[in-house]
């Protein structure tokens, strides 16, 4: 039982390195927790769920910055400039009379000069953004579900910890039972033994089993310690407070037991089925996006500017020349040696891909959810079957105490019946676990968790 417990923890504990939580405030409102608390807890205090739901904020500005490119861009230019020496022209000599061959150096322009101006550049038609705007949206639905697959993630392992918790906390209990009735029987014997009426040998015998019932008792509490740990971390929880559940494990078990199956698998609404939609309709926009490089795009602009000559530092005293341009650019792509071609057939195949893989998904969730099913079914016999042994074993042992009590049997029979006890009890608890854990994967795989 030991091993089991410890496998069971090393595994909730390697599902929560995936989704690690923050640490609780300062504040804690609540000490105790029913299964429902405990999971919103989580959800509020998550790194990762954290992160998950600023990428949906970032998608969501994503969104603005596509749809932005093709609104009114407006732009503001200023320039001042000074030349200690202005640029030198040659000029020949003939033009003003002079001599032919000959070239007369002339300076244009004057020492300072200032410009400023505003341009406007808005686009009319270009595929690649009509595509691109949704594609954006398309980006922000994953962001979402990456976010609600993550959700599912904290609440399995919340869920799992809090089993953890109250397994560990009814093996606790019924070891400290047993050390409290094994205690009694090692009393009782040993003033028989003081009094003639008992040999050393069974004092000794229930001696040992004293001892190993309080080895089990400390096992017990260091793994309920171990528990309340995994469940803390899990929900970002103070690991410095106490922490007290509210639930008890029959809330959970009972209901398994006494109803048929109702989860049935929803494919469509499967988290994992969707994301797996969501990624074909990307491969899709891509595609799109690839043939849309092939179409011509326009745009328009206007500018205007105001300039200034002179040859002193102050142009604001000067006269200040407008200048305006309105105008059209179209870019017609003619021949790229086969890119475009090329990048097309690329996102064909993505796409290509991408179907296939909806489909394999669809196949695995069915999969899943008919493995699951039958993991159900058995995890609920073998919980039957071992509560029957538990109760016939804690039958026998009770009567055997009776026995011993009145000298029937010797402590040797005593220990083999308590062995056996204690056996089909972590048999119990092994076979509990493994069913609220079935529970658990079941309707995850059916999309209902």
């Known amino acids: 039982m030991k091993q089991r417990i410890k496998q069971y923890l090393l595994l909730t504990c390697a599902l929560l390195t995936l989704i690690p939580a923050v640490h609780a405030q300062d504040e804690i409102e609540l000490t105790s927790f029913n299964i429902d608390q405990a999971i919103a807890y989580a959800m509020k205090h998550s790194y990762v769920l954290h992160n998950t739901k600023q990428d949906i904020t970032i998608a969501q500005k994503k969104v603005w910055e596509t749809i932005s490119t093709g609104l009114p861009q407006v732009s503001g230019t200023a320039n001042y400039n000074w030349f200690p020496s202005l640029p030198v022209s040659l000029i020949p000599a003939d033009f003003f009379g002079g001599e032919k061959g000959e070239f007369i150096s002339v300076k244009f322009g004057q020492d300072f000069n200032s410009d400023f101006g505003l341009s406007v550049n808005q686009l009319i038609f270009d595929g690649s953004y009509i595509v691109g705007v949704g594609s954006a949206q398309l980006y922000l639905d994953l962001a979402k579900q990456a976010n609600e697959k993550t959700e599912i993630d904290i609440r399995e392992a919340v869920t799992q910890a809090y089993y953890m918790v109250l397994i560990s906390e009814r093996y606790k209990e019924v070891m400290l039972e047993n050390q409290a009735n094994t205690e009694r029987l090692y009393n009782e014997t040993k003033i028989y033994f003081d009094n003639g009426f008992r040999e050393s040998q069974d004092v000794d015998q229930l001696k040992i089993l004293l001892k190993t019932a309080e080895n089990e008792v400390l096992r017990s509490d260091r793994e309920l310690s171990i528990a309340k740990t995994v469940l803390k971390y899990t929900m970002g929880y103070n690991m410095n407070s106490e922490i007290e559940l509210v639930d008890q494990i029959e809330t959970f078990v009972l209901p398994l037991i006494g109803e048929q199956n109702r989860v049935q698998l929803d494919l469509i609404n499967h988290i994992d089925y969707r994301m797996a939609v969501s990624n074909f309709e990307s491969s899709y926009k891509l595609l799109r996006l690839e043939k849309a490089a092939y179409l011509p795009s326009l745009n328009g602009f206007f500018s205007y500017t105001k300039t200034a000559y002179g040859n002193e530092a102050n142009l604001f005293k000067q006269e200040w020349y407008p200048s305006s341009l309105v105008g059209f650019k179209a870019s017609i792509p003619i021949f790229n040696s086969g890119m475009k071609h090329a990048r097309v057939q690329q996102a064909k195949l993505e796409l290509d891909k991408a179907a296939t893989q909806q489909k394999l998904t669809e196949l695995t969730l069915q999969r899943d959810y008919l ?29 055997t105490h009776i026995k011993f009590i009145n000298g029937m049997i010797s402590s040797a029979e005593l220990s083999q019946q308590e062995s056996q006890y204690i056996t089909t009890f972590q048999a119990i608890v092994n076979s509990t676990l493994q069913l609220l854990q079935a529970d658990l994967q079941l309707k995850k795989a059916a999309g209902a968790l």
Do not use: G, P, V
Request: aromatic content about 4%; charged content about 45%; hydrophobic content about 30%.
């Open 371 to 399: 493995t699951a099913k039958a993991q159900m079914e058995t995890a609920k016999e073998r919980y039957i079957n071992d509560r029957e042994n538990r109760d016939l074993a804690k039958s026998i042992l009770d009567k």
